[in-house]
């Protein structure tokens, strides 16, 4: 038979981030106790509040499985005389088990002969050990900060104030310090703040909205987008529908109440993600739109409580909102003052990093990367020095020292207004970008430019003096960053001579790195081949493709990537394992062999001959599709040597005796071998057999 499982934890209000990676601790942590403990189970659903963490158990299996121990004892010759009879080894071993002599069995291991005895053990009532898992489930919640209450050894986000902890209805009897389980939950603090019981997850989750809570998260959610979208109808408006904001505020509330409030016209003069800004981290207000995506004087907020005067609750809001948009006025009109041109100078001021200069001097590399950069990749050249020259002026204004958030979104829109081209006012912005493993890209050229050259500044910085992510840290965000650069320069197909920049990029440093220039510039093309691998990886790209090509040659991002894209698909064909056995059997044969010039006066075999005469009819079309970077081409003209190859090595003595004889054969091979490997590695596929 099976069960449900109910757990609710009641607690003081947790802090809204802390809610959604508590319950997926929760989740986890009870799931694994579970199996440890042989429970089987169909589902675990979760739920919470400010107040509560919670979930549900369905399907879950009304006793333990059924188990069978294997104990090994002393070897056979020990346990039995000559005679058979058994000894006080033997006797000791089945007494410590509480089994009789007769039971023992005999089992052969890589030691010898030993005896063993087989045990069944019976399951135990689920209920019994419920009490266990749950506490050790509930005590293992991850949280960011957690705390300890009046003379409390249990460590926990907010002191915990009841519990519910009920199997088929019954109760699961255990106390977490001086709180002790029951079957009553608590209703809304401040709309219905009494207990009341509950038998299941249906009647909890019934009784629950009943008392104005609202225990999905989920459900939560979707009430407030569907009434704050009916509030921005109302003002012909369309909600400025914001997912982070929507999990923040969901998680602050238990029942939520939608007001729609408004603000003076006069603020909508302010940049745009100012406002949005304003009312979104300080106020947790969503921002409401026209249908050209503008913003309307309104926004929409998100009660924890239902009053029965609504306007006393949306004046208040709207004074606090008013309060804030002034000082965003006050700041915008002091910035307006000082152009982002005449606060380069005073970057001198900001300290970068102490040991790599100020950001003055990280904006001048920057600009002279990103000026090579343009060069080698056809970019607008003016546009970019203009741009990395002003990226991070508008660190000093008022409004980014206000709302962090808005670096480079304050620069754009500072920019506009001071007349510079929508290019740079663009790439002020974008030059961030991308913001998280998965996050937007630059969208235009000038801006992925820029943004390469801010990334690779900081990495190669970073790792000239010692700054190198470990398998637990990374505090400068350097994977993220490098990344970064893969990602934009694949989406933007820009072909970059990696090694160039970043010898470019460690010279600009000018003697502030404190690592050997050569270590430095070997790590950090390993750091981002490395990154290159793991994104591939994840992308489903076969793991010995990406390894082929990139220990083949890795110096183009872009040009790394067509050619494993080529190897991933001519992989999908029927013969494609058979030519790359063929190519790793090539590749093996010549790791250690010199590229040679072939001498064709020294081919003596017809096999050799022909394979000479095939590849002398291939190698200059391969060579010329490698260089077009037509790589599905080159593999195919490359695959005509198959044949020629294989009747070589089933004909031709390679390590014949004589030297020369050798020695041209192997560079025939070797010559053969640096063909396709423009496109591969063949000796690090895998291949069958």
Not at 213 to 238: C, M, S, W
Not at 378 to 407: H, I, N, W
Not at 534 to 556: G, N
Request: glycine share 6%.
């Amino acid at each position: 038979m099976s069960g449900e499982l109910l757990l609710e934890i009641g607690t003081e209000e947790i802090p809204a981030r802390f809610l959604s990676p508590a319950l997926a601790g929760l989740k986890e942590r009870i799931g694994s106790e579970l199996a440890v403990h042989r429970i089987s189970f169909d589902t675990i659903v979760t739920m919470g509040t400010p107040r509560r963490l919670g979930l549900c158990v369905t399907g879950m299996s009304e006793k333990q499985e059924d188990t069978e121990v294997e104990s090994v004892g002393p070897p056979v010759n020990a346990a039995f005389d000559s005679q058979g009879n058994p000894t006080k080894a033997a006797h000791g071993f089945a007494t410590r088990h509480g089994v009789s002599v007769s039971d023992l069995e005999t089992v052969e291991t890589k030691k010898g002969t030993y005896i063993r005895i087989k045990k069944k053990i019976e399951g135990r009532e689920s209920i019994d050990l419920l009490p266990d898992i749950l506490v050790k489930g509930i005590t293992a919640v991850p949280f960011p900060k957690s705390m300890r209450w009046g003379n409390s050894e249990i460590r926990f986000a907010r002191p915990i104030q009841w519990m519910v902890a009920l199997f088929n209805g019954k109760v699961i009897p255990f106390k977490l310090e001086d709180t002790a389980t029951s079957n009553f939950s608590r209703g809304h603090r401040f709309l219905h703040n009494v207990p009341f019981p509950v038998q299941d997850y249906q009647s909890y989750v019934r009784l629950a909205e009943e008392h104005y809570v609202i225990p999905d998260i989920e459900k939560r959610k979707e009430i407030i987008k569907q009434n704050a979208r009916k509030l921005a109808q109302e003002v012909n408006g369309t909600l400025l529908e914001d997912e982070e904001l929507l999990d923040t505020v969901a998680n602050l509330v238990e029942y939520p109440v939608t007001l729609r409030g408004n603000f003076s016209h006069e603020y909508l003069t302010l940049p745009r993600d100012v406002l949005i800004c304003s009312m979104k981290e300080h106020q947790k207000y969503f921002a409401v739109a026209d249908s050209a995506g503008g913003l309307l004087p309104y926004f929409v907020v998100v009660s924890n409580n239902k009053t029965p005067d609504a306007q006393v609750v949306i004046k208040g809001n709207e004074r606090v909102l008013s309060a804030r948009l002034a000082d965003a006025r006050f700041f915008f009109d002091e910035d307006r003052k000082v152009s982002l041109a005449h606060r380069v100078d005073n970057l001198k001021q900001v300290v970068y990093q102490a040991r790599l200069g100020s950001m003055f001097d990280k904006v001048s590399r920057m600009q002279k990367l990103a000026t090579s950069l343009a060069n080698e990749v056809d970019g607008d050249r003016d546009t970019v020095q203009r741009a990395s020259y002003l990226c991070k002026a508008d660190l000093l204004t008022e409004m980014v020292g206000e709302f962090p958030s808005l670096q480079g979104s304050v620069g754009r829109d500072y920019a506009l207004l001071e007349g510079e081209s929508p290019e740079v006012a663009t790439a002020l912005c974008e030059h961030y970008l991308p913001t998280s493993g998965k996050g937007k890209l630059p969208a235009s050229l000038s801006s992925s430019i820029v943004s390469i050259a801010d990334k690779t500044d900081a990495i190669v910085g970073c790792f000239g003096i010692g700054l190198i992510p470990t398998g637990v840290a990374d505090p400068h965000a350097l994977r993220r960053q490098a990344l970064g650069i893969i990602n934009i320069v694949v989406e933007q197909s820009l072909h970059i001579d990696l090694p160039a920049l970043i010898k470019e990029s460690i010279l600009l440093f000018d003697g502030r790195l404190t690592r050997d220039p050569d270590d430095v510039h070997d790590d950090v093309v390993e750091f981002i081949r490395t990154r290159f691998h793991h994104l591939l990886t994840s992308r489903e790209c076969d793991y010995d493709v990406i390894d082929a090509v990139t220990t083949a040659k890795f110096t183009d991002i872009m040009d790394a990537y067509e050619r494993i894209m080529s190897l991933q698909e001519a992989k999908k064909q029927p013969d494609f394992q058979k030519l790359a056995t063929t190519f790793k059997r090539v590749a093996n044969i010549t790791a250690s062999s010199p590229l040679e010039t072939i001498d064709p006066s020294l081919l003596q075999e017809q096999a050799e001959k022909d394979l000479y005469d095939t590849y002398q009819g291939v190698a200059a079309e391969v060579r010329r599709l490698v260089d077009c970077r037509d790589y599905s081409s080159a593999l195919e003209h490359c695959a005509i040597l198959k044949p020629s190859v294989d009747r070589f090595f089933d004909e031709v003595l390679v390590m014949c005796d004589d030297q020369d004889t050798r020695r041209n054969r192997l560079s025939l091979l070797t010559n053969i071998s640096a063909l396709f490997r423009n496109i591969a590695d063949f000796s690090k596929m895998v291949t069958e057999g």
